[in-house]
């Protein structure tokens, strides 16, 4: 069965760090991946998405991802997190079944000063 | 914004009481789908409606209902309220066959004294 594992529920960043958030998921053939972001009180945006070609994806608001089929990962970077970045980040792969989404628990992201 | 809108933002309700709420999808988009967060139990697919039809059901309570109208709003109903049922309530929209980016609007939070 089809399924997103993010493995931490809450991470700390300094403003001005570097960020990666993980994301794994199980999946027979070649996924469809997304990230989406969620400001507190707010609906989801989708921050970036991957459907083929080259593994590494730029997205909204300073945001990239990486494709590793080997790992099944698809975990989301940036180089430099402002407060503003502040949030909670969903991964979600696509399924076969009514183009629906398969959504991970969610990472909350909380900047230090 | 991502064009798709709700209405109410807030509602507080009783317990044994029925609430509907209202969907607009983004212009042109046939799909939609609605989801409950709550933080217990994160983002929760409840049904995806395509075109006036039923297409797939997710964790949908018995005493919740949906439908989407020939213009394409939808409309989820939640009878018999109980507190548990206090969340926030999504709904999202895709142009339809073919496409897995979900569109978000800003949801519905749904109280129940």
């Known amino acids: 069965a089809q399924s997103v594992t993010q493995p931490d529920i809450h991470i700390t960043v300094s403003e001005g760090a570097s960020l990666e958030l993980r994301c794994n998921y199980s999946y027979g053939a070649t996924p469809y991946l997304f990230w989406y972001v969620q400001s507190p009180g707010q609906g989801l945006q989708l921050l970036l998405k991957y459907f083929s070609g080259d593994t590494l994806v730029q997205g909204i608001k300073g945001f990239e991802a990486e494709f590793k089929r080997s790992q099944s990962s698809f975990n989301l970077r940036k180089p430099s997190v402002h407060w503003s970045d502040a949030a909670e980040y969903f991964c979600a792969v696509g399924t076969d079944s009514n183009y629906q989404l398969i959504w991970g628990a969610g990472t909350k992201l909380i900047i230090k000063p | 914004d991502s064009g798709v809108t709700q209405t109410p933002k807030h509602l507080i309700t009783a317990t044994g009481q029925r609430v509907t709420l209202r969907c607009s999808p983004r212009s042109g988009d046939l799909s939609v789908y609605w989801y409950q967060q709550s933080l217990d139990q994160g983002l929760q697919f409840l049904i995806q409606?395509?075109?006036?039809?039923?297409?797939a059901k997710g964790n949908i309570l018995e005493r919740f209902s949906a439908q989407q109208f020939p213009d394409l709003h939808s409309e989820l109903n939640l009878s018999s309220l109980e507190l548990g049922d206090s969340a926030l309530y999504f709904c999202?929209?895709?142009?339809?066959?073919?496409?897995?980016?979900?569109?978000f609007g800003p949801g519905t939070r749904l109280t129940v004294t």
């Open positions: 409606y395509y075109n006036g039809e039923e297409r």
């Open positions: 999202a929209s895709t142009p339809g066959q073919g496409f897995y980016e979900q569109y």
